[in-house]
């Protein structure tokens, strides 16, 4: 079982940044996959990015790719997503995904989500 906990979400202005974390309990939080989805109001849910447990493999949607980038503390249990030049469109409350395997672009098989922090960026 795995518990995920986002924090370091809020209000920000466009070209600004925040950095966002995803703490984990349980033992085996090296071995999983992670990950970022958003969902904004009236939208579906939208995958962000995601990284092996190696960090050896890390994805990103071409919405976000060269402006957010994602890493993990596995010695600390923590995932983080540092988000630059944010944009309005970049408005959603963003989840925290972990995956025993791999984190599927569509959610689907994720097997353990977080609670959500919301991010509004003002024009």
């Known amino acids: 079982q795995v518990q995920l906990v986002e924090s370091g979400g809020g209000l920000v202005q466009a070209g600004g940044s925040l950095r966002l974390s995803c703490a984990a309990s349980g033992r085996t939080f090296s071995r999983y996959a992670m990950g970022w989805f958003r969902q904004a109001p009236g939208k579906e849910r939208e995958f962000v990015a995601a990284i092996r447990w190696s960090s050896s493999s890390i994805v990103y949607a071409d919405s976000v790719k060269g402006r957010f980038t994602i890493s993990r503390d596995n010695a600390k249990n923590t995932m983080f997503l540092q988000m630059n030049s944010l944009k309005p469109e970049d408005t959603a409350v963003y989840y925290c995904?972990?995956?025993?395997?791999?984190?599927?672009?569509?959610?689907?098989?994720?097997?353990?989500w977080g609670q959500g922090t919301q991010v509004t960026v003002s024009s």
């Open positions: 995904a972990a995956d025993n395997l791999y984190i599927d672009r569509t959610g689907a098989t994720v097997d353990y």
